[in-house]
T-cell receptor
Framework: KQEVTQIPAALSVPEGENLVLNCSFTDSAIYNLQWFRQDPGKGLTSLLLIQSSQREQTSGRLNASLDKSSGRSTLYIAASQPGDSATYLCAAANDYKLSFGAGTTVTVRA | GAVVSQHPSWVICKSGTSVKIECRSLDFQATTMFWYRQFPKQSLMLMATSNEGSKATYEQGVEKDKFLINHASLTLSTLTVTSAHPEDSSFYIC????????FGPGTRLTVL
């Protein structure tokens, strides 16, 4: 069974600082890995999708890397803004089933 | 990407009643949809896989007689929480796989 762990559970930084969110998974036979954003009481917003054959994906200030062999993915958010405050979830896909981590709750202080 | 809707967005019901939640794929025909549950301050847990034309597949520990899933068409899956109890209060969210997974906005269920 796939187990996904996210560290840290919570992170508070001043505006402008870069963020590093870590995700690890136990079963490296993944189809892809997705990073999501979830605002309080809301659904999921897909941020980045990394296919199993890829090493990284970038979208604006967001960059996600994937090391399938070691079971790790990292989400980098550059020059953080208060609007980046949310919970970030990573999810590993095995046969289209997603296993989610518990998330990292980010607070960016103005 | 696929656009997924859910209805209702929130519902409050009395203990013992049944509640139906709809998940619609608005622009894509989905033979498979997934149902997840998220308790407060916890992550999403896969409950079941909804299959068009066949029975749903439930994850270990999920009661199939309590959480009835019907994949009525290629664009609609419904989750019925039968005889709901306060411990069923949760955020229910569906997804449609289309290269990646596209999620609905979720349904907040509160059982009094």
């Amino acid at each position: 069974k796939q187990e996904v762990t996210q560290i840290p559970a919570a992170l508070s930084v001043p505006e402008g600082e870069n963020l590093v969110l870590n995700c690890s998974f136990t079963d490296s036979a993944i189809y892809n890995l997705q990073w999501f954003r979830q605002d309080p009481g809301k659904g999921l917003t897909s941020l980045l999708l990394i296919q199993s054959s890829q090493r990284e994906q970038t979208s604006g200030r967001l960059n996600a890397s994937l090391d399938k062999s070691s079971g790790r993915s990292t989400l980098y958010i550059a020059a953080s803004q208060p609007g980046d405050s949310a919970t970030y979830l990573c999810a590993a896909a095995n046969d289209y089933k997603l296993s989610f981590g518990a998330g990292t709750t980010v607070t960016v202080r103005a | 990407g696929a656009v997924v809707s859910q209805h209702p967005s929130w519902v409050i019901c009395k203990s013992g009643t049944s509640v139906k939640i709809e998940c619609r794929s608005l622009d894509f025909q989905a033979t498979t949809m997934f149902w997840y549950r998220q308790f407060p301050k916890q992550s999403l847990m896969l409950m079941a896989t909804s299959n068009e034309g066949s029975k749903a597949t439930y994850e270990q520990g999920v009661e199939k007689d309590k959480f009835l899933i019907n994949h009525a068409s290629l664009t609609l899956s419904t989750l019925t929480v039968t005889s709901a109890h306060p411990e069923d209060s949760s955020f229910y969210i569906c997804s449609v796989p289309y290269n990646e997974q596209f999620f609905g906005p979720g349904t907040r269920l509160t059982v009094l």
